[in-house]
């Protein structure tokens, strides 16, 4: 009985801990995303944009996921600038797609660039996937600490809950 209670209160801080490491993550992407934002923004021209497919842990996975490789040009103060920007990964490929199709070669778009540097650069608007996610962050923060609450609450009943 007292072993339940111990392993339950362990997996209580383990989830406990677990929600702290996702609102970390949740406070650095939602910094990075302030830190996008103030980057200056441009007009770019496209030179290619692709759609890649590719498995993020094994050559066989049965869930592939697709992001959209976008070579652009544009002019950063004084500078000419070639940026390769990628969207985050996505496991929808016909939004991929549509997007891809409708930028070809010569559109326009608009990007933001890292002033310390401008090949750093992002899409300005939220056609894509981006590489941070602080509200997904905050969702899975979230339920980490609501396991961690009814671990923590059943570990401290007098009965047990096991059946």
């Not at 383990?14 to 302030?34: H, K, N, Q, R, Y």
Request: net charge positive; charged share 20%.
């Amino acid at each position: 009985m007292n072993s339940l209670r111990a392993i339950g209160a362990l997996l209580a801080v383990f989830f406990a801990l677990c929600a702290a490491g996702a609102l970390v993550f949740a406070i650095i992407d939602g910094i990075t995303a302030m830190r996008h934002e103030r980057w200056p923004a441009v007009t770019a021209i496209v030179r290619s944009a692709e759609v890649e497919q590719y498995h993020p842990f094994t050559r066989d996975s049965p869930a592939p996921t697709y992001s959209v490789k976008v070579r652009a040009m544009f002019i950063a103060g004084h500078r000419f600038v070639r940026a390769n920007i990628s969207s985050a990964s996505s496991y929808r490929p016909e939004a991929m797609r549509r997007w891809a199709d409708a930028h070809p070669m010569g559109s326009i778009i608009h990007v933001r660039y890292n002033p310390a540097n401008p090949s750093d650069a992002e899409l300005a608007t939220g056609d894509l996937p981006r590489r941070y996610h602080a509200g997904v962050d905050l969702i899975i923060a979230a339920i980490f600490a609501a396991l961690a609450a009814v671990l923590l609450f059943a570990s401290r009943q007098r009965k047990s809950l096991a059946v």
